[in-house]
């Protein structure tokens, strides 16, 4: 396991803290091609910024660009308690390879235990970092109206799929990207519904699990979701090399009788230079049209697969 070996004792004494405080870490993995990559420089807004950036949260970034771009990446976060290290792909090449690594030093950090949450998102969703703190994870402990005690609503979850909020999806994504990450999700929730209806139906066999019971609609083309850390062999093991290492071990998870919590709406809004970069762009509605002619097929053979683990 890779020690992060660029930060001081009392910086790893810091995330600790943090760690054991909030119970959660956010990993990503991260590609640039060069330092003039506008997301680039979303990522280092996403971990520099002063209110919820990564002073605030733990966070590990595995990266994989050429080391002019990594060392530049490095020197411009102002580190806080973020882990940047290079990605040695240990886990396959690739974004699944990457994520899995990012997953694997998250896990193996300090203060992290069997129940912490392991946050992925995509490092230039610089808002999810908001999002997480107040949000999910903080709206997990509400306190009761008629006791004044705080319960912890998420105690009975193992893994949290969130969703957006319409509103703030349609204003601040590329409308072709809204369009066609709604359909795939209508799509993709049609799917699973069928496929746990098969469970349900074959209850004589056995229990039905919870999960299958109490499993609503997922906004699956999202991409922030959270894990316990005992849940993560689910992600090691899967060998995918794009978005579907993301969520066919969420697929798994469900199947296996985990209980998955997609119900946390969250206000979400996408930087606007994002936005203004990828809409109207041939290139990037080309990336969304092979995102659900690749990654979809996957996502619904992998509810008839054998599982994997």
């Known amino acids: 396991m890779p020690n992060p070996t660029n930060l001081s004792t009392s910086q790893q004494e810091k995330i600790k803290n943090l760690i054991q405080t909030k119970n959660l870490v956010v990993f990503t993995c991260t590609y640039y091609s060069s330092t003039n990559d506008n997301r680039l420089h979303q990522c280092i807004q996403t971990l520099n910024d002063p209110t919820y950036g990564s002073s605030t949260i733990a966070t590990v970034v595995v990266d994989g660009s050429s080391p002019e771009v990594h060392e530049y990446l490095k020197h411009k976060c102002k580190q806080g308690l973020t882990v940047v290290v290079k990605e040695e792909g240990r886990y396959g090449r690739g974004k699944g390879g990457a994520l899995r690594e990012a997953a694997d030093v998250a896990a193996s950090l300090d203060g992290v235990g069997d129940d912490t949450w392991l946050c992925w998102q995509e490092a230039e969703k610089s808002d999810m970092m908001r999002c997480w703190q107040t949000e999910v994870i903080d709206s997990g402990v509400p306190s009761d109206t008629n006791t004044g005690i705080d319960i912890d609503i998420l105690s009975e979850y193992d893994v949290i799929c969130p969703k957006r909020e319409d509103g703030c999806f349609q204003q601040s ?4 990207q809204y369009h066609s990450e709604s359909y795939g999700n209508y799509y993709m929730n049609c799917v699973m519904k069928r496929a746990l209806q098969v469970v349900k139906s074959n209850d004589e066999k056995g229990p039905v ?8 609609d997922i906004d699956w083309h999202f991409g922030p979701f959270a894990f316990r850390r005992k849940l993560l062999p689910l992600w090691l093991k899967y060998q995918g090399t794009s978005y579907d290492a993301q969520l066919i071990p969420i697929v798994a998870a469900i199947r296996k009788g985990y209980s998955v919590n997609s119900s946390l709406e969250v206000t979400f809004l996408l930087d606007g230079k994002m936005k203004e970069q990828e809409e109207g762009n041939l290139e990037f509605i080309e990336k969304r049209l092979h995102q659900l002619n690749d990654l979809d097929p996957k ?4 509810w008839e697969d054998d599982l994997y683990c």
């Open 173 to 176: 994504y590329p409308i072709e």
């Open 209 to 216: 699990p919870v999960s299958v019971i109490d499993c609503k």
């Open 299 to 302: 996502l619904k053979q992998s």
